[in-house]
Nanobody
């Protein structure tokens, strides 16, 4: 069982920045593919960004050029840096860890962007 703990959410004005961090409790963190998803009430959870165990990243077009994902295998963390935030980025953000058939979710952290 892997526990994921997110931190760094909060409220920010349009154009501001936030950095989300996900800490994982596993000795083989480097083997996991890590992702950030977000969800708005009443809508499906959607992928925002991912970084594979090989370090390859994927950023969805709606946040491309504004969001960056990276990982620190020595600290067992996956980080999502969010710049130039927009009101439509408001959501609960979830960290996800995946290794073969295993998948784990964090508890979520709220991000609110106000104009």
């Amino acid at each position: 069982q892997v526990q994921l703990v997110e931190s760094g959410g909060g409220s920010v004005q349009v154009g501001g920045s936030l950095t989300l961090s996900c800490a994982a409790s596993t000795r083989i963190f480097s083997a996991y593919d890590m992702s950030w998803y977000r969800q708005v009430a009443g809508k499906s959870r959607e992928l925002v960004a991912s970084i594979g165990s090989n370090g390859r990243t994927n950023i969805v077009p709606s946040v491309g050029g504004r969001f960056t994902i990276w990982r620190d295998n020595g600290k067992n963390t996956a980080t999502l840096e969010m710049d130039r935030l927009k009101p439509e980025d408001t959501a609960t953000y979830y960290c996800n860890a995946r290794l073969r058939s295993e998948t784990y979710w964090g508890q979520g952290t709220q991000v609110t962007v106000s104009s």
